[in-house]
């Protein structure tokens, strides 16, 4: 089955350090996405990829950074520069036309410790 | 940047209620978009719509595109436990630049909860 698959499901980091979270897609949708869910809030957009080797910041990419080599993966780094990372990370692929929604990865939760 | 006002934040509703929530913006959206999130798990797809006036059903789910295309609302009718969660609207603006002609604008939520 088609899907959009994140993990580690559960990741814990120590202050400093970097951490990367691993998203991968056999969907072969085009745009890949990466949100932060924070409690009551909505989603928010770090970084998006229409293509492969393209990629742009969202709302809020400081302290983020992300990689597009292959179609199938777009894998975030949460750096030492991000002060709060504690949150639910989210990440989406469609192919490319957004008023069709997005499909959803199960998401990772980070805690920093 | 762009927001969009959901509520109500959260329901207690009794088994078998109607429930009814909705999301409001000072922009028009040619694209309204509902999701479902359960506890741990991404945002699921169960109703989109396209067209100001458009209304679209998905077993109990009705939602309906507004006609001034700057509200939608989303009623579930005879809510069942397997109803709770946090569910989400999500809007792609009608007048786009090209650096968000692939963002959709996200609503806080709704959280719904079944009374014991």
């Known amino acids: 089955d088609g899907g959009i698959t994140q993990s580690p499901k559960y990741l814990f980091r120590k202050e400093g350090q970097n951490v990367t979270l691993s998203c991968e897609q056999n969907?072969?949708?085009?745009?890949m996405y990466w949100y932060r869910q924070d409690p009551g809030q909505g989603l928010r957009l770090i970084y998006y990829s229409q293509i492969v080797n393209d990629f742009q910041k969202g709302d809020i990419a400081e302290g983020y950074s992300v990689s597009r080599e292959k179609k199938e993966s777009f894998p975030l780094t949460v750096t030492s520069a991000q002060k709060n990372p504690t949150a639910f990370y989210l990440c989406?692929?469609?192919?490319?036309?957004?008023?069709?929604?997005?499909?959803f990865g199960s998401g990772t939760r980070l805690t920093v410790v | 940047g762009q927001q969009l006002n959901q509520s109500p934040q959260s329901m207690f509703i009794q088994e078998g209620e109607d429930v009814s929530m909705n999301c409001t913006s000072s922009s028009i959206f040619n694209t309204w978009l509902w999701y479902k999130q359960e506890p741990g798990e991404g945002p699921v797809l169960l109703i989109a719509?396209?067209?100001a006036g458009e209304l679209t059903s998905n077993g109990r789910l009705t939602a309906q595109f507004g006609i001034t295309r700057k509200d939608s609302f989303l009623n579930i009718s005879a809510s069942i436990p397997s109803d709770v969660g946090i569910y989400f609207c999500?809007?792609?603006?009608?007048?786009?630049?090209?650096?968000?002609?692939?963002?959709?604008?996200w609503g806080a939520g709704t959280k719904l909860i079944i009374k014991p």
């Open positions: 719509l396209y067209k």
């Open positions: 989406a692929s469609n192919y490319g036309a957004t008023r069709y929604g997005y499909t």
């Open positions: 999500a809007g792609q603006l009608r007048f786009i630049s090209m650096d968000s002609n692939y963002q959709l604008i």
């Open positions: 969907l072969n949708h085009d745009a």
